[in-house]
């Protein structure tokens, strides 16, 4: 079973309007998680991140918000430009609690085309 | 400065031969991770090493996948007698994973496309 799904395989935003990418965990250990964004035949390019004892991190376009309660997270990019064009990945880990060495799980990804 | 980077970008194999994989990692970083991503999928984690020692490899599917990092540094992953299934775009990362700050985050290079026909 994923324990982290990112349930809408691709969106179509208009330049200059938000684009909102969602993602869903089901491990309550999780306590970091991060957002990559992947060009074609590139390798996961990091994004942003938030620890579990925040609920908003801010980094020029782009914030992370998260709700633990609901296990939820989501990215918000504004405003969107077509070289934001690619696919996202949403991934989590166990930074903090034991056991884990912070191995990344992540989501199947999103495909996001921002068109001019 | 200089980022993960792997060798070779693309592999075509045939079934059950052997291939290697070369990861050169970012300056500094004591932390190598190894995922493999398969089409439609995001990247799976196969091994992790701290230092020289793999830290955790439970990751990997099956004993026909070895990897190594003999100097703390450069790190190779080995499959042996590869088989279709084993089709697949092999990431390597890098951390600084300063001990007791917890995993931090991981920067990833361009992949290894691997082909077994």
């Known amino acids: 079973d994923q324990q982290v799904k990112q349930n809408s395989p691709s969106l179509s935003v208009q330049e200059g309007r938000i684009s909102i990418l969602n993602c869903d965990y089901t491990?309550?250990?999780?306590?970091?998680f991060l957002w990559y964004k992947k060009y074609p035949a590139e390798g996961p390019t990091f994004l942003i991140s938030?620890?579990?004892?925040?609920d908003k991190n801010e980094d020029g376009r782009f914030t992370v918000f998260l709700n633990k309660s609901a296990k939820h997270l989501s990215l918000h990019i504004v405003p969107s430009q077509p070289g934001d064009s690619a696919v996202y990945f949403c991934?989590?880990?166990?930074?903090?609690?034991?056991?884990?060495?912070?191995?990344?799980?992540f989501g199947k990804g999103t495909k996001l085309s921002v068109k001019p | 400065g200089a980022g993960v980077s792997q060798t070779p970008s693309n592999k075509v194999t045939e079934k059950g031969k052997y291939v290697e994989l070369r990861c050169d990692p970012i300056?500094?970083?004591?932390?190598l991770y190894w995922y493999r991503q398969s089409l439609g999928q995001g990247p799976e984690f196969l091994i992790y090493?701290?230092?020289?020692?793999?830290?955790?490899d439970s990751g990997l599917p099956n004993d026909r996948f070895f990897a190594v990092r003999p100097e703390g540094s450069v790190s190779t992953l080995k499959i042996q007698r590869t088989e279709r299934g084993d089709s697949a775009v092999y990431l390597c990362?890098?951390?600084?994973?300063?001990?007791?700050?917890?995993?931090?985050?991981?920067?990833f290079g361009p992949g290894t496309r691997l082909l077994v026909l």
């Open positions: 938030i620890s579990s004892i925040k």
């Open positions: 090493f701290q230092g020289t020692g793999a830290a955790d």
């Open positions: 491990n309550s250990m999780f306590d970091y």
């Open positions: 991934a989590a880990s166990e930074r903090f609690y034991g056991g884990s060495q912070g191995n990344l799980i």
């Open positions: 300056s500094g970083h004591t932390a």
């Open positions: 990362a890098s951390s600084l994973n300063r001990r007791g700050l917890g995993t931090e985050t991981q920067y």
